[in-house]
């Protein structure tokens, strides 16, 4: 099991835990729009580390965009293997392919 399926099982188990003692389950008693909100915060200052701040600050605003990120798919019941899965899709299609897919879409 690597880093974020275990980040993952913590935040699924926090999520009933008491918000007085947990961020995750505090979170998620503020509801998906806070924690969407939390997480269009996390790109923005990882955007700004990316590029005026230190490699230690990049790193920082990375990993709390990611738990961020992982905590708003929860919310949305939405697994982190889904995404995984959607991403080895992609990876099977080549950029041309991908790119007419997307057009005929639109
Ligand atoms: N990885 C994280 C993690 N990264 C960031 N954060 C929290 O995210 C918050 C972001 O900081 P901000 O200053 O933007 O937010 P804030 O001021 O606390 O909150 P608001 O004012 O926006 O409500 C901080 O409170 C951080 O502690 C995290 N909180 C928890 N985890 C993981 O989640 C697990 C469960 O945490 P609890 O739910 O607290 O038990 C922990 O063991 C960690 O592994």
Do not use: C, W
């Amino acid at each position: 099991m690597d880093t974020l399926q275990r980040l993952e099982q913590v935040i699924a188990e926090r999520r009933s835990a008491s918000p007085d003692s947990s961020y995750v389950a505090k979170l998620n008693a503020k509801g998906i729009e806070k924690i969407a909100q939390k997480l269009g915060e996390e790109a923005t200052e990882t955007v700004i580390a990316s590029l005026s701040g230190s490699r230690e600050e990049v790193v920082g605003e990375s990993a709390d965009l990611l738990f961020h990120l992982l905590v708003l798919l929860q919310a949305r019941r939405i697994t982190l293997e889904e995404v995984m899965a959607e991403l080895d899709r992609r990876e099977g299609v080549s950029g041309l392919d991908e790119k007419a897919s997307r057009s005929a879409k639109e």
